[in-house]
């Protein structure tokens, strides 16, 4: 199996980690022997065989792992900060401050600050019990509803100003 070698990026170096590929590959940690990471692929050393994953569905598979994950968390509402929520995971009952703002579901877990210091964006398992909880199905859902709504609001501030000026005229 040919796969081309390059010198790993950070993003590299957190994305495709032994521990992510096991949860991908319902594999124990301890099967994975060696990680290549190529330019559209990555190649998986078992003790047996190697398995060859393409990037993009690996990416696709790790959101759906996350989004898996999330279903043992509970949520509920910060009790002093607004927009912000308290998502506990429900096995070993470690909790986490999940903030909203309109572009961004910020996390205080260290998965979320890994994504975060990566691409300036992420969604952890937290911050998916937190869309779900509130009805969106993914990050993208979530920052595009926020976008709509934000410009009804501005139209709505615009024809309420219309109507004042009208009405002093
Ligand atoms: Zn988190």
Redesign the pocket.
């Not at 996390?107 to 979320?112: G, P, S």
């Not at 952890?124 to 911050?127: A, F, T, V």
């Given at each position: 199996m040919q796969i081309h070698r390059r010198k790993q990026t950070a993003a590299d170096k957190m994305l495709y980690t032994k521990k992510a590929v096991a949860k991908v590959l319902n594999l124990a940690y301890n099967q994975i022997e060696f990680i290549y990471v190529g330019e559209e692929s990555i190649l998986v050393g078992l003790y047996n065989n190697s398995i060859k994953l393409d990037k993009q569905s690996f990416r696709e598979e790790f959101v759906k792992v996350r989004k898996i994950r999330s279903q043992t968390i509970a949520v509920r509402p910060h009790p002093n900060e607004l927009n912000a929520f308290v998502?506990e995971n429900q096995i070993n009952h470690h909790s986490?401050t999940?903030q909203l703002t309109d572009r961004h579901v910020f996390?205080?877990?260290?998965?979320?600050q890994k994504q975060y210091d990566n691409w300036q964006q992420g969604c952890?398992?937290?911050?998916y019990a937190v869309l779900n909880h509130l009805g969106y199905s993914s990050l993208q859902e979530y920052i595009h509803r926020e976008k709509e709504t934000r410009a009804k609001h501005l139209r709505l501030v615009k024809s309420s100003v219309g109507i004042r000026i009208a009405n002093r005229a």
């Open positions: 998502a986490h999940v996390c205080d877990c260290e998965d979320y952890c398992k937290h911050g």
